[in-house]
């Protein structure tokens, strides 16, 4: 086994994820750290499934409860400070338990993200007049010849991302490829990824409940003392627009709760379709009795 090793427990929003980590943190005798980007704020508990006091007080929880809704926060800001707990984790234990559904902040964590140079603005502007006068053909080309390596990877017929490319490579005279960096954020620690799965129709029904089981604890009041602060971006998410329409009286209670379990679905398969696409996550199934003891396996 490796000297450090970061157990990622990843999947959609209703999997079990949780469940799965404070198991298997107990198991190791370790700590789990939150790569939730709701789950951060003070102020919103019972629509982002916070783990309860019972499940907090099983295991330590780092990234739980940590900011407040009015403060900004990024993936970058995220992969700094969590690469820097981890460090300190690490001192400590062999073995650390990084759980959520946040591909973005999982892959902050894991792999980083490329660093592009600053560009001038005036590039961008010549360059999209340059689209609409000559086309996406002339671009594409310019794209071959600056930057082979890049115009063979991407979509070509994207023209935001053809121009991007070409903004860099005049902006700073480097190929766009040459910042591509991600690849070459080798992280200090061993990476052991796994994937809770579980069939859509079982999956959904969890949705659906977990929803009826929030409303059952809150949810609605949780909400209407949040409408002083709707306009922060952190309150732009599912399960608190939704209940600010209501408030707003365009829509009523039963169609607002309808939608929250409608666009948690919708969440989900997105979420899905994000980490299907990462090669390195060994799939589990949720419901399998012996779930632990294969996540311990891959370890």
Known sequence: MNPSTLIVIAGPTASGKTAAAIKIAKHYNTVVVS???????REMSIGTAKPNGEELSAVKHYFINSLSIDEPYTAGD??????????????????????GGSGLFIKAVCEGFDEFPD??????ERLNIELEEKGI????????TADPEYYSQVDINNPQRVIRALEIFESSGKPYSSYRRSALNKRPFH???TGLNLPREVLYNRINQRVDIMVE???????????PY????????????ELFD?????????????????????FAKRQMTWFGKDKEINWLEANDKNLVQKIIALV
């Open 137 to 144: 053909t002339y671009l594409q080309g310019k794209l071959k």
């Open 246 to 266: 209501y408030f707003d009286g365009k829509t009523n209670l039963n169609t607002a709760l309808d939608l929250i379990k409608q666009n948690t679905r919708r």
């Open 78 to 99: 995220y992969e700094k400070q969590c690469l820097e707990l981890l460090a300190e984790l690490f001192k400590t234990y062999s073995i650390v338990v990084l759980a």
């Open 119 to 124: 560009t001038d603005p005036a590039v961008r």
């Open 217 to 227: 604890h809150g949810l609605i009041d949780e909400v209407k003392s949040l409408l």
């Open 191 to 193: 990476i052991v990824k």
């Open 230 to 241: 709707r306009h922060l971006n952190a309150l732009n998410t599912v399960g608190y627009s």
């Open 35 to 41: 790569a939730d980007s709701r789950q951060f704020y």
